[in-house]
């Protein structure tokens, strides 16, 4: 699975954005896809996933109320739509998919291990 972030820039406090990931490859197989983020000397971080249907999403602590996650399998693209951001918002943003490990709705904690393919990161700068 090749995946391609898009749709980073830098916003002012209050803001908005969305992220786009179109994924391309292993046509034909089902899996979830998720947004994950990392900003400087930190780990990267869970931020939203979804189900291959749409119906289950999933959100880190720092996007629930904010963040909102969908996907489009026609166009194999996933979404991530960021309202009222804020400066600690600021990070790089990868897209994943989890293609080979356990359904993500089972996992306590969704972490980075349970993605397999990752794109290149999309930069976000949210300014004060």
């Known amino acids: 699975v090749q995946l391609q972030a898009s749709g980073g820039g830098s916003v002012q406090a209050g803001g908005s954005l969305r992220l786009s990931c179109a994924g391309s490859g292993r046509t034909g197989t089902t899996y979830s896809m998720g947004w994950f983020r990392q900003a400087p000397g930190n780990a990267r971080e869970f931020v939203a996933a979804?189900?291959?249907?749409?119906?289950?999403?999933y959100y880190g602590a720092s996007a629930l109320g904010r963040f909102t996650i969908s996907r489009e399998n026609a166009k194999n693209t996933v979404y991530l739509q960021m309202n009222s951001l804020k400066p600690e918002d600021t990070a790089v943003y990868f897209c994943a998919a989890a293609v080979y490990g356990p359904d993500l709705g089972s996992v306590p904690t969704i972490t980075t291990r349970h993605f397999d393919y990752w794109g290149q990161g999309t930069q976000v700068t949210v300014s004060s």
């Open positions: 979804i189900s291959w249907s749409g119906s289950n999403t």
